[in-house]
């Protein structure tokens, strides 16, 4: 996904440009007069359209670029998901730790986690995870990963939150155990994981 306007206007078409320029002066003004037939800001309606009017393979980027612009409120972004298509919901995910949420957005992130598709999954465990997931609810996002084959790379700070966890190596063990009884092959990303846990945890620091 392209992460910058001046990397998408390298790759954009005239027109495309054209219709982003407005799109994100839309968002920029996301409390002007909402639309006559859904009542929200005209900026949601480029949205959707995203991957009309810039092409699939930019839909991500400029969804992404949107959402920053508008910097929607928690109901706004929890609409554009529940109402979006498994691409916009995609985006919302790929653009939670570039709005400003808190955890107000966590509820997102676990529905995609419910979920089998693997697009969501690795969309739901990124930055904005890593920082409001808690200790269960990170534990079992890497293990939905191991079980729909989504790779740990796409867990962000994997290192980090996996170092030391004794809790995380057990639900690795008994899985992997769960997989060989039943006959089926253990994934390799475990073996990376379970390594992970077994570096130690950062010693704690004293309080001043």
């Not at 639309?35 to 309606?45: F, Q, S």
């Not at 609810?137 to 084959?149: D, I, M, P, Q, Y």
Request: aromatic share 4%; charged share 25%; hydrophobic share 45%.
């Amino acid at each position: 996904m392209l992460t910058s306007r001046e990397e998408l206007d390298a790759r954009l078409p005239g027109a495309a440009r054209a219709w982003l320029d407005e799109a994100l002066a839309e968002a920029a003004h996301a409390a002007g007069r909402p639309d006559a037939d859904t009542g929200n800001p005209p900026w949601e309606l480029r949205f959707a359209s995203a991957g009309r009017h810039c092409g699939p393979e930019h839909a991500d980027s400029v969804r992404v670029l949107l959402l920053v612009g508008a910097r929607p409120a928690p109901p706004a972004v929890t609409r554009l998901y529940e109402q979006g298509t498994a691409a916009e919901r995609r985006a919302v995910l790929l653009a939670l730790h570039r709005i400003e949420l808190g955890p107000a957005a966590l509820g997102l992130v676990e529905d995609a986690l419910r979920t089998n598709d693997t697009r969501l999954v690795a969309a739901a465990v990124g930055p904005y995870a890593a920082t409001h997931l808690d200790a269960h609810g990170w534990r079992h996002a890497v293990l939905k990963c191991l079980f729909t084959e989504v790779p740990v790379a796409a867990v962000d700070r994997l290192a980090d939150r996996a170092r030391g966890d004794a809790e995380l190596a057990r639900m690795l063990e008994d899985f992997a155990a769960e997989r060989t009884a039943a006959g089926r092959t253990v994934p390799a990303d475990l073996r990376t994981v379970l390594a992970l846990t077994a570096a130690p945890a950062p010693a704690p620091t004293e309080e001043s």
